[in-house]
């Protein structure tokens, strides 16, 4: 089992940046991949970014790729989406999740993930 608590988000202006933190609780954190999902109301999930459960895969959605950068720190428990450049359309809804890999694979459908947070609200004023 795995809990995933988001923090991070808040208002900001277009062009500024944010990094959002997801905690992971238990002792497997190390042997997850995870990921960033984003959703607004209405709309379906839409998959940010991903990383191996080593870290040293990673890969993003192209509307995100080149602001967004994901990363991890097994001895925290922690995944981090640094978001540089933000842009009103990136207004949403942000969720980290969660699943088991015995690869170094990452994982870019919500339906490939067994955990998620609660999501942390990110709003984006032009």
């Known amino acids: 089992q795995v809990q995933l608590v988001e923090s991070g988000g808040g208002l900001v202006q277009a062009g500024d940046s944010l990094r959002l933190s997801c905690a992971a609780s238990g002792r497997t954190f190390s042997s997850c991949a995870m990921g960033w999902f984003r959703q607004v109301p209405g709309k379906e999930r839409e998959f940010v970014a991903a990383?191996?459960?080593?870290?040293?895969?990673?890969f993003y959605a192209n509307s995100v790729k080149d602001r967004f950068t994901i990363s991890r720190d097994n001895t925290k428990n922690t995944v981090y989406l640094q978001m540089n450049r933000l842009k009103p359309e990136d207004t949403a809804d942000y969720y980290c999740?969660?699943?088991?890999?015995?690869?170094?694979?990452?994982?870019?459908?919500?339906?490939?993930?067994?955990?998620w947070g609660q999501g942390t609200k990110v709003t984006v004023s032009s």
């Open positions: 990383i191996s459960r080593g870290g040293f895969t990673t």
């Open positions: 999740a969660a699943r088991q890999s015995s690869t170094g694979s990452y994982y870019v459908n919500s339906y490939d993930y067994n955990y």
